[in-house]
Nanobody
C-alpha cells in the first residue's frame, strides 16, 4: 500500500530553518505530483508548495522566497527547505501525493516556531 512518511519537524526560533522530508513507498514516485500542506490549530489545511513530475514548482504567497520544495526520484523522497521561519508557520505539515485523481497523505510532522 501507499505510505508517505514525513520527518524533520521540530521546535525552532523565529528566523531559523528546518528541512522536512517525506519518503514515499508503494507508488511510482517519479510520475506523481508531490506537495506539502499545513494545518494550524483551529484552521483549515492549506497548500504550501507542490512539485510536479516534471519539476515545476508552485508556492503559496506566504512562503515564497523562504521555502523551497525539491524531489529526489531515486530516493522517492520530497523535501521542503524552510528558511526565515516565522511564528505563523507553526503547524502540522503533511506530505501529499497525487496522480490522476488518486491522493494519499502522510501522518504529518509538527513544526513549531517560537518568537
Amino acid at each position: 500500500q501507499v505510505q508517505l512518511v514525513e520527518s524533520g519537524g521540530g521546535l525552532v526560533q523565529a528566523g531559523g530553518s528546518l528541512r522536512l522530508s517525506c519518503a514515499a513507498s508503494g507508488i511510482r514516485f517519479s510520475i506523481n505530483t508531490m506537495g506539502w500542506y499545513r494545518q494550524a490549530p483551529g484552521k483549515q489545511r492549506e497548500p504550501v508548495a507542490l512539485i510536479t513530475s516534471g519539476g515545476n514548482t508552485r508556492y503559496t504567497d506566504a512562503v515564497k522566497g523562504r521555502f523551497t520544495i525539491s524531489r529526489d526520484n531515486a530516493r522517492s523522497t520530497v523535501y521542503l527547505q524552510m528558511n526565515s521561519l516565522k511564528p505563523e508557520d507553526t503547524a502540522l505539515y503533511y506530505c501529499n501525493r497525487e496522480y490522476l485523481g488518486a491522493r494519499d497523505w502522510g501522518q504529518g510532522t509538527q513544526v513549531t516556531v517560537s518568537s
